[in-house]
């Protein structure tokens, strides 16, 4: 969307240069002047639009051990956070990590519980066993990844986004209910490894 607004706004502009006439130039005086007045020819302005960024939306996680098939949609950071508000049933991919399916580290997060009291697409994973299957469908192509761990992280650990060398896909929930804080304190962190690209 910010791609789209961005390459909008440009076109936009290049246009309203291209086709803005001057302002008449005002007269020091009141008195009428026959001196002719020249009005500049408006001059071409190039404006560079950078190319609309790779969308997720139409990528969708599937995850068979756990039977979930939910869509990917794209988090943005505000204010050096992650928003994850209005996530519901779906999965985030966190902004700045790597896409799917490339080299390095793509950070996937999804609701352990939802704020109606459903359980959320993520509320198994700790439970995920090693070797399984995680798919990231991406329009026609599809990336494999198997599961090569599973651990339990502080909430402020934040080595879990860092870049990789290889594909990799981080996948990750909240954890550890604090029954006086009334807030999860820990995180479920899950690695999988690309097996595969079809």
Excluded: K
């Amino acid at each position: 969307m910010l791609a789209v607004s961005v390459a909008a706004f440009g076109a936009a502009l290049a246009l309203y240069l291209l086709t803005r006439q001057p302002p008449p130039a005002a007269s020091p005086t009141a008195t009428p002047s026959l001196t002719p007045v020249t009005t500049p020819t408006p001059t071409l302005v190039v404006v560079t639009v950078p190319p609309p960024t790779r969308t997720v939306q139409r990528q969708r996680l599937i995850i068979p051990w756990l039977e979930v098939n939910t869509q990917i949609v794209e988090m943005p950071i505000r204010y050096g956070q992650w928003q994850i508000d209005g996530l519901g049933d779906r999965v985030g991919h966190l902004a700045g990590t790597a896409p799917p399916g490339s080299a390095g580290n793509a950070v996937i997060a999804g609701h352990i519980t939802l704020p109606d009291n459903r359980y959320g697409p993520f509320a198994d994973l700790a439970n995920l066993p090693v070797g399984s299957e995680v798919i990231v469908q991406d329009g026609a192509r599809r990336y494999v990844y198997a599961v090569e761990s599973s651990q339990v992280v502080a909430m402020d650990d934040l080595s879990v986004v860092a870049p990789a060398d290889a594909p990799t896909l981080t996948l990750l929930t909240c954890t550890g209910w604090d029954i006086p804080l009334q807030t999860y304190v820990e995180r479920v962190i899950v690695v999988a490894r690309l097996v595969q690209e079809q």
